[in-house]
T-cell receptor
Framework: GESVGLHLPTLSVQEGDNSIINCAYSNSASDYFIWYKQESGKGPQFIID?????DKRQGQRVTVLLNKTVKHLSLQIAATQPGDSAVYFCAEANQAGTALIFGKGTTLSVSS | GAGVSQSPRYKVAKRGQDVALRCDPI?????LFWYQQALGQGPEFLTYFQNEAQLDKSGLPSDRFFAERPEGSVSTLKIQRTQQEDSAVYLCASSLVFRGGDNEQFFGPGTRLTVL
C-alpha cells in the first residue's frame, strides 16, 4: 500500500545549526512530495515541494532532496532558528492525485 | 490575504450527537480536501472535491461521515451519531488547480472535535 514514514520522531538542535529531517516513502511510482510545518494549534503550513523529475529544490533557508533509488526524502534547514520549532511532516501524493499521504512527523526543537 | 477558514474552531459533543463542521476555502480554489488528524499523528485523508463533485471519499471511516460542497465553494463535513473515536482535529485544505492532490494544498486551522 501507499505509505510515508519518518526516521526520527524528535530532533533537537542548537540555534544556528543546520537541521536535517528525513523521510522514507514506499511507493516508487510517487510523483509529488511536499514538506509541511505544523505549529501547535495550527494547520500545516507549506514549506517546499518537489516532483519526481527533480533531485533537489531550494527555497529560502530550506532544501529538499529526493533520492528515488532508495525512496528517501530529506528536508534541510539552514541556520535553524527558534521559530523553526514545530512538527514537520513529509507527504506524498497518492496515485490518483486526489490526496496527500502524510507520515507521522518529526518534532524539531531549537534551543537558543 | 484570506486563507482557508474553518468553524467552529472547537466543538464538544456528547456521544451520539450529530455535528457539522464548516470549511471556507480560498476563493477560486477548485480542489477541496478534508483530513482527520489524531493526537500526535499526521493528517489522514478523508475526502476530496473538485468543484462540487466529490471525486474521492475513500478515506471516510464509516457511513456516519458525510461531506458536501453543493456550490463548489463552502464545504461541510457532517458526522452523525458521534463516537469517542471520532475525537480528532478535522483539517480542511484547498488547492487552486484540478487534481489538487499533487499540488500545494493550503490548510485551515482545523476544528478540534471532542466527543464525551
Amino acid at each position: 500500500g501507499e505509505s510515508v514514514g519518518l526516521h526520527l520522531p524528535t530532533l533537537s538542535v542548537q540555534e544556528g545549526d543546520n537541521s536535517i529531517i528525513n523521510c522514507a516513502y514506499s511507493n516508487s511510482a510517487s510523483d509529488y512530495f511536499i514538506w509541511y510545518k505544523q505549529e501547535s494549534g495550527k494547520g500545516p503550513q507549506f514549506i517546499i515541494d518537489i516532483r519526481s523529475n527533480m533531485d533537489k529544490r531550494q527555497g529560502q533557508r530550506v532544501t529538499v532532496l529526493l533520492n528515488k533509488t532508495v525512496k528517501h526524502l530529506s528536508l534541510q534547514i539552514a541556520a535553524t532558528q527558534p521559530g523553526d520549532s514545530a512538527v514537520y511532516f513529509c507527504a506524498e501524493a497518492n496515485q490518483a492525485g486526489t490526496a496527500l499521504i502524510f507520515g507521522k512527523g518529526t518534532t524539531l526543537s531549537v534551543s537558543s | 490575504g484570506a486563507g482557508v477558514s474553518q468553524s467552529p474552531r472547537y466543538k464538544v459533543a456528547k456521544r451520539g450527537q450529530d455535528v457539522a463542521l464548516r470549511c471556507d476555502p480560498i476563493s477560486g480554489h477548485v480542489s477541496l480536501f478534508w483530513y482527520q488528524q489524531a493526537l500526535g499523528q499526521g493528517p489522514e485523508f478523508l475526502t476530496y472535491f473538485q468543484n462540487e463533485a466529490q471525486l474521492d471519499k475513500s478515506g471516510l471511516p464509516s457511513d456516519r461521515f458525510f461531506a458536501e460542497r453543493p456550490e463548489g465553494s463552502v464545504s461541510t463535513l457532517k458526522i452523525q451519531r458521534t463516537q469517542q473515536e471520532d475525537s480528532a482535529v478535522y483539517l480542511c485544505a484547498s488547492s487552486l488547480v484540478f487534481r489538487g492532490g499533487d499540488n500545494e494544498q493550503f490548510f485551515g486551522p482545523g476544528t478540534r472535535l471532542t466527543v464525551l
